[in-house]
């Protein structure tokens, strides 16, 4: 079983995939996967429909918009600087400790809708992650039960403007936030099918061209600490997502640096959870 949420931008139903590929409609069962869906142990409710034959489901309509497997979560918390190739490949010090910042979850996307290039942007990049989504409320939880607190994994594409994030001061929330910079799908696989998130391949191409090729165990700070350290700081609620950070070969590290433009294809893509696919547009 995977999740999908189906239909037009900010009005998206609920929906999954069965084990047979066929795609169901859920929403006269479910209101949509959202904070209370998760913290009402909605993924277990689901199963159960699905275990149960989906009583009442119908078919999802052929060549149906996906949106974002979620509905907009309450927060997107994101980790730099997780993998070392990509910490190197911007010549910065090495963090000894996770570098967290913030995303406007105003920047929620589908896995295929474009990406609008913001104005004034000279420097977009694009940087593929392991989404984890929370399933419960968590504070001060230790690592050895950290993953307990996980719904399920996706894919994410980071993109970011790198003028915006660092050279007009201040935080990077500037560079990470303009609408379209958080695509996250095509589906949430739940926790109990992913049986270890260090143990996958993640990718991206550019135009074919494949830039981003790594492992999630080459994380310098993998998910169960991660979660830990987090909610060390602050409270993580169901349907939180934590976009986990990125491997070597994003357009500002190359040298010269090869950012996106109006027409460029990009496709990012996690061992066994799919595949993104956005096109680059102008304003």
Known sequence: MKLIRFGEPGREEPGVILEDGRRVDASGQFHDYDEGFFALGGVEAL????????????????????????????????????????????????PTEPVLFMKANSAWSGPYDEVVRPRGSRKLDYEVELAVVIGRTTRDVAERDALSHVAGYSVFCDYSERAFQKEMGGQWVKGKSSDGFAPMGPWLTPASQVPDPQGLRLWCKVNGEMRQNGWTGDMMHPVAFLISYISRFMSLLPGDVIATGTPAGVGGGMKPPRFLDPGDCVECGVEGLGELKQRIVGT
């Open 47 to 94: 199963q159960a429909w699905v275990d149960d034959g989906c009583p009442d489901g119908e078919s999802i309509p052929a060549g149906a918009r996906l949106g974002p497997p979620v509905e907009r979560p309450p927060k997107i918390v994101c980790v730099g600087k997780n993998y070392l190739e990509h910490a190197k490949e911007f010549d910065e010090e090495i």
